[in-house]
């Protein structure tokens, strides 16, 4: 079993800089596909960006966020630059098998209570 835990949002303007922080419990999770997904109001969930042995993005962050992770502190990071208003929505972070497919969140089985991200004009 993994449980997560974000952190890290908050209100930014655009061009600006934000760092989230997932902090994972579990034995697995070293092997586990970490990820972040966001979800803004009336929209549905959206990935943004995994890691498990290779990293994966969203084309509309590719080149301002960086996911990374730090297994020895069983914690996931996602580095947000040159923030646009439309980054605005609440993130969530979720842990998978080593072998799922990357942007799709019913492969993820641990997910987080998410954490808002706003980005003003």
């Known amino acids: 079993q993994v449980q997560v835990v974000e952190s890290g949002g908050g209100l930014v303007q655009a061009g600006g800089s934000l760092r989230l922080v997932c902090a994972a419990s579990g034995r697995t999770f070293s092997t586990s596909t970490m990820a972040w997904f966001r979800q803004a109001p009336g929209k549905e969930r959206e990935f943004v960006a995994a890691i498990n042995w290779s990293t994966s993005y969203t084309d509309s962050v590719k080149g301002r966020f960086t996911i990374s992770r730090d297994n020895a502190k069983s914690t996931v990071y996602l580095h947000m630059n040159s923030l646009k208003p439309e980054d605005t929505a609440v993130y969530y972070c979720?842990?998978?098998?080593?072998?799922?497919?990357?942007?799709?969140?019913?492969?993820?089985?641990?997910w987080g209570q998410g954490t808002q991200v706003t980005v003003s004009s």
């Open positions: 979720a842990a998978g098998e080593p072998g799922l497919r990357f942007g799709r969140p019913e492969e993820y089985t641990y």
